[in-house]
């Protein structure tokens, strides 16, 4: 067999050690802003970082990666400026322009579709990135970051080019799934003639939390996951793997970050056929609690030189959460923000679903690369996933008062 | 369905220039105040390539030209404002032929003058520029009432040849001549199709005519009309009652021809047409549902298109009186759409869907969401 890798990005249950940064992390909980839990919730959409990175994992995501079908520079910026404007309002709770659900020439077909009329914000946050075919369109070649270069390929990637890749991207998070698919509907129609959806992503329930007040959520194997994720409370740590410093590169990135973007499908039916044992030694915890084998509670530290009776490791030598770990990547970290996905059915008699792995990091070919090769090469959870789709965006930092979505490197 | 190549059009465009470089009686630069034409009718020579108008403008008031056809295809000539709005235009000039074109040009302005030799395409163009403002009281009415009856000149423009053209579609059908049928089936159809919202308001006409074989039906009424006979002729060959059906198609298609000319539209009507047409084309010709034996969608496509067109220019001058962003973001994606549509022309006619990769029909489904939004806003700023 034939070893996956994807499903480290997950992060997955076992995974909690090779993101987070196993032990740096579990020493460091805080109290955290607040889950986003109540519906009314509304998260600023301005500051010094775009919302939606850091800001507690909620529930449902709708994610859409679009490609500019104009080379005008003036035409992008003047839909940037009406997207910023769209979205704050829709953050907010409100319709995309002031009555524009209802309250308008009856013979003008409404200016927001309508569907969230009535909702509350339920936490909306819509984060935007750039890829690097939109510099490339616009004749900005001169401003790419570094971390925009391809991704190599990966052993076992079966990437399909109609769901990889995109000039931009807009991710929408809520707790109310009709709350974020209105989002990015209106964005997505807004753009018509400026830009065009290249493929677009939902999911229905978060695989990581960024918060240490969020309790660790459930992948589709059934594992906890992110149990050792970088959170919101990490402050130096995420400064150090998340927010892109000065002199990394072109300064239109300093202070934001990179998005790497992978659907990966599970083969849950093959997965679903696995002895509990087997699934466990897979990932390297117990199911049930999600401590690392060998150890009695979650946050409990993995222990990757215990050995068994018989001399062998605890936690096998690939298993998800050691191949995953810091220690096994030179301290590597990254922010995890993933959610689970079901796209039907494949007409096999399958259900089309597994994990739509979203990282945030401040260098992706420094960061996620070495960890995906690890997983690809070694890693068991490679013959229950195969990567479908794969993009990587710069995420610029927050925006201050009257700025708008690309701003800084559209007009500096 | 728009044959005429762009080489030509270029060709007649320098004609003209030249034409109007040697021409020493530039049109007067005081503003008209009123009835201001030219002194005589502009004359206009019409080839087959060629369209010479003898002088590049005239003062706004009542336009007349005298168009000669010099060629040995049927002409049309026509004066279109901004946005292909149709100001005026005189049909059907047979060869040798002589006719006049009197038209009301009450704002100056940049206009196009265009010649069609076999009545088809864009044309030869020109620029004409007329100079000055006639005196008259202009209030929103009197724009959208001349809004709805150039449209109307428009329709009719198109029944008169949906006819004859149609006519010689059965004709072929009833001569067994299979291939001539087959070449005049999407030809027919373009001037059907650039009405089609109109022919569709007359709601026991358009499932005879254009209904296709899996719409539902009243128990013992057939399936019949042009799909019918796109069958006989791709798939089934031509049956024994397919001269009768081809019968009946001139029937409706003269009942459509008188009932279109008493039809009376309102400025939101035309608006939705335009939006109308644009829905079809993404839900029945991208798709290439609509012509699924002949798989000559692209024809329909474009006529869809130009009906689409028709009627935004007709409601032009209120367009851009109420929201003069609307008007050249609308000229810049139905050209968009145009171009696109161009890459794809083979000869007189289109690449057949079947020929289309999905990377094909992605572009066109982009181009017709681009232009699907503006459009969509029309009906709204007319009234608004």
Request: charged letters at 25%.
């Amino acid at each position: 067999m034939t070893r996956l890798s994807r499903r480290r990005l997950f992060g997955l249950a076992g995974a909690g050690a090779a993101l987070a940064g196993v032990g740096a992390a579990a020493g460091c909980t805080a109290a955290a802003e607040p889950v986003p839990g109540p519906a009314e919730a509304v998260v600023p959409f301005r500051g010094a970082r775009q919302a939606g990175i850091v800001t507690p994992a909620q529930d449902r995501l709708h994610f859409v990666a679009l490609d500019l079908t104009t080379d005008d520079r003036d035409r992008v910026i003047a839909l940037l400026k009406k997207w910023t404007a769209a979205a704050e309002r829709m953050v907010a709770g409100a319709e995309t322009t002031p009555g524009g659900a209802v309250n308008r020439n009856p013979d003008a077909p409404p200016d927001d579709t309508g569907e969230a009329l009535g909702l509350p914000a339920s936490s909306l946050t819509l984060t935007f990135g750039i890829g690097a075919g939109l510099l490339d369109k616009l004749g900005l070649a001169d401003r790419m970051p570094a971390g925009l270069a391809p991704l190599p390929g990966f052993t076992g990637d079966q990437l399909d080019p109609a769901t990889s890749g995109g000039d931009l991207c807009i991710q929408a998070c809520a707790q109310d799934p009709q709350v974020a698919v209105h989002a990015v509907r209106n964005l997505v129609r807004m753009g018509f003639g400026t830009t065009t959806v290249r493929w677009s992503q939902l999911g229905f329930g978060r695989t990581s939390s960024t918060s240490t007040a969020q309790a660790t959520a459930r992948n589709l194997f059934g594992f906890k996951d992110g149990t050792h994720n970088l959170k919101a409370e990490d402050g130096a740590e995420l400064d150090r793997h998340v927010w892109v410093q000065p002199g990394d590169g072109p300064a239109w990135l300093d202070g934001g970050t990179y998005l790497v973007a992978r659907r990966i499908r599970m083969h849950i039916e093959i997965w679903d056929r696995t002895s509990l044992s087997e699934q466990e030694r897979i990932i390297g915890r117990d199911k049930g609690e999600g401590a690392p084998l060998g150890k009695q509670a979650e946050f409990d530290l993995a222990d990757y030189a215990a050995l068994d009776a018989t001399g062998s490791p605890v936690i096998p030598t690939i298993a998800h959460i050691r191949l995953a770990s810091a220690e096994n990547l030179g301290g590597t970290r990254i922010l995890r923000r993933g959610y689970n996905f079901v796209d039907g059915s494949d007409g096999q008699g399958h259900l089309d679903a597994g994990l739509f792995f979203i990282a945030f990091l401040r260098d992706p070919h420094g960061q996620f690369v070495p960890m995906q090769s690890a997983l690809a090469n070694s890693d068991d959870l490679m013959e229950y996933i195969e990567h479908t789709g794969s993009a990587v965006f710069a995420c610029p930092a927050g925006l201050a008062e009257g700025a708008y979505w690309g701003q800084s490197l559209l007009e500096p | 369905m728009s044959r005429t190549s762009h080489a030509l059009c270029a060709t007649g465009a320098l004609a003209a220039l030249a034409l109007a470089g040697c021409t020493s009686t530039a049109p007067p630069a005081t503003g008209g105040d009123g009835g201001g034409a030219a002194a005589g009718p502009i004359a206009v020579s019409a080839g087959d390539t060629t369209c010479e108008v003898s002088a590049p403008g005239a003062p706004a008031g009542t336009i007349t030209f005298s168009i000669n056809n010099t060629g040995d295809k049927v002409t049309e000539f026509y004066l279109y404002g901004v946005g292909d709005r149709i100001m005026g235009e005189v049909e059907n000039i047979g060869p040798g032929l002589t006719r006049q074109l009197i038209v009301e040009v009450p704002d100056g302005g940049d206009y196009t003058t265009a010649c069609k030799p076999g009545m088809v395409g864009d044309g030869i163009r020109a620029p004409f520029t007329v100079t000055g403002t006639a005196t008259r009281s202009v209030d929103e009415d009197t724009r959208l009432a001349e809004a709805t009856a150039g449209y109307q000149r428009w329709v009719n423009s198109q029944i008169e040849a949906f006819v004859p053209k149609t006519q010689g579609f059965v004709d072929a059908v009833k001569a067994g001549d299979v291939e001539g049928a087959k070449a005049l089936f999407p030809i027919s159809r373009t001037y059907w199709e650039r009405i089609e919202p109109v022919a569709e308001s007359f709601g026991d006409l358009d499932p005879k005519m254009d209904g296709r074989e899996d719409d539902e039906r009243d128990p013992g009424v057939e399936f019949t009309g042009f799909h019918r006979l796109e069958k006989d002729l791709w798939v089934d060959g031509l049956q024994p009652d397919s001269g009768a059906i081809g019968d009946q198609l001139m029937v409706d298609a003269k009942d459509l021809q008188a009932r279109v000319a008493t039809l009376e539209l309102t400025p939101v009507q035309l608006a939705n047409g335009a939006k109308e047409l644009l829905d079809e084309v993404a839900t029945g010709k991208i798709t290439g549902e609509e012509d699924r034996y002949s798989h000559t969608d692209l024809w329909d496509f474009k006529a869809n298109v130009e009906g689409s067109q028709g009627a935004v220019a007709a409601l032009r001058p209120v367009i851009d009186e109420k929201d003069p962003t609307l008007g050249p973001v609308l000229d810049e994606r139905f050209k968009a759409v145009d171009d696109l549509l161009e890459t794809y022309r083979v000869g007189d006619g289109y690449k057949l869907y079947t020929e289309l990769t999905e990377d094909d029909t992605r572009k066109m489904s982009e181009a017709v969401d681009a232009l699907g939004e503006p459009i969509s806003q029309v009906a709204g700023v007319v009234t608004s």
